[in-house]
């Protein structure tokens, strides 16, 4: 086997090896990022606090309103028991009926407000409910499929870890030194194919006379990105 060949099969399961610990990055990054879930849960806690703010103040409304009503009945029976015999007496107990029920009136205005503001939290409560299931269903099936493909991945990673030192028992010291710093250099590709007559890395075109040091069996580097070249 030639050094060149050699390195570029070396090349062929480093970069296999790389994209997979890239996406095991990935997909350890999407696990552990919760952001959409939190959001979603205080976004719920949110609706659930204003409903409870507005259902109580429901309650508050519908107790004076209440309150109101007791206060009118109480005061036409004192009006209509013929307790009462003053005419001034009488005038006032009228009087006050009528701002009593006026005061009624606006009671019931308000009620009817918390009313509509009740119903419109707890329909946001259960849309915020809602969208926290759809996300927390939707993440633990993610989770799961995440899971399974990491389990995968890392069986590849370990097949192509023995398959790498397979390889690399097939290469000289020398060559592996130069290799392992062009992978340092070069964003991970230290080998590159030629191939119609050009440099697969950078895209060189090389000349005839370079073609054929590419196909000698020592090591020949690419002139313009200095990567070692692959003639195949």
């Not at 103040?57 to 009945?73: F, G, P, T």
């Not at 964003?187 to 090389?206: K, N």
């Not at 196909?215 to 002139?223: A, G, K, T, V």
Request: charged share 30%.
């Amino acid at each position: 086997m030639s050094a060149a060949l050699g390195l570029y099969r070396l090349q062929q399961v480093d970069s296999q090896m790389d994209a997979i610990r890239a996406r095991l990055a990935v997909i350890h990054q999407t696990l552990e990022n919760d952001l959409e879930l939190r959001a979603a849960a205080e976004a719920c806690s949110a609706a659930e606090a204003f409903h409870k703010q507005a259902a109580n103040a429901l309650k508050q409304s519908e107790a004076e309103v209440e309150r109101q009503s007791a206060k009118i009945k109480q005061t036409e029976a004192s009006l209509y028991s013929g307790s009462v015999k003053n005419p001034k007496e009488l005038q006032d107990l009228q009087s006050e009926i009528v701002s009593l029920k006026k005061h009624l009136a606006t009671l019931e205005e308000r009620e009817l407000e918390a009313m509509l503001r009740a119903e419109e939290t707890e329909k946001k409560l259960e849309d915020a409910k809602a969208q926290l299931a759809d996300i927390q269903s939707r993440l633990l099936t993610q989770r799961r499929d995440l899971v399974g493909e990491s389990e995968t991945l890392n069986k590849d990673l370990e097949r192509l870890e023995a398959e790498r030192q397979a390889v690399v028992r097939n290469v000289d010291e020398q060559s592996l030194k130069t290799y392992e710093g062009l992978r340092q250099h070069k964003r991970g590709v230290a080998v590159a194919l030629l191939s119609e007559d050009s440099c697969s890395a950078c895209g060189t075109t090389l000349t005839a006379s370079q073609q054929q040091f590419a196909r000698l069996p020592q090591l020949f580097y690419c002139p313009t990105c200095g990567r070692v070249l692959y003639a195949g």
